[in-house]
């Protein structure tokens, strides 16, 4: 599953990349990569979905509301969140929101060493990341995670743990609580 805007940044284009190569391993075995979203560039992301020939694999679902992600979640193996610096120099500057739900969800996660992304992403341990542009580790972590339930059992318990611990409302409204003391102090 993926879920974002359709804009450079996003790098889906790198997530059906990574889709081929997994196809072409797995060898006639189904692979599917659905994506909630919409943005300026679907007609690019339509015409790199037929050009590699994925007009079955990939399937664009538009916007959707907040209800339809969740339910996609609960049917998900993994969610790929290929985030890049754009050519403009555009880039998440945090970490995408759908990353801390699909770990909440307990669904392991396919991401990039961008932005804020490792904080939320602790690689090898609630997740993997890959470098940005890197299609072939993308779909070596896919092809991992398609044949190592075990494997994906662990990272999503362990997402999920992580994302509790560090990101439960409560647990965030103390943080900033005692940012917001100390600073008071320092004056």
């Not at 692979?31 to 990939?58: D, K, N």
């Not at 090898?124 to 995670?145: I, K, P, S």
């Amino acid at each position: 599953l993926f879920c974002g805007r359709l804009i450079e940044k996003k790098g889906l284009p790198d997530a059906i990349r990574a889709i081929k190569l997994v196809k072409q391993r797995l060898a006639g075995r189904p692979v599917q990569l659905r994506v909630i979203g919409s943005g300026a560039l679907r007609p690019s992301i339509e015409s790199v979905i037929g050009s590699e020939g994925l007009t079955q694999e990939v399937l664009l679902l538009g916007a959707q509301p907040h209800s339809v992600f969740l339910s996609e979640l609960g049917q998900a193996d993994v969610v790929l969140q290929p985030s890049r610096v754009a050519g403009d120099g555009d880039d998440e500057g945090g970490a995408p929101t759908a990353l801390i739900e699909a770990q909440a969800c307990g669904v392991p996660v396919i991401s990039t060493w961008h932005a804020d992304i490792p904080e939320v992403v602790r690689d090898g341990q609630t997740g993997l990341l890959v470098q940005e542009g890197n299609v072939e580790a993308m779909a070596d972590h896919l092809l991992a995670l398609a044949q190592d339930a075990t494997l994906r059992r662990r990272l999503g318990q362990e997402g999920r743990r992580h994302i509790e611990t560090n990101y439960h409302i409560e647990t965030q409204m103390m943080e900033l609580e005692r940012i917001y003391d100390e600073c008071s102090r320092e004056r």
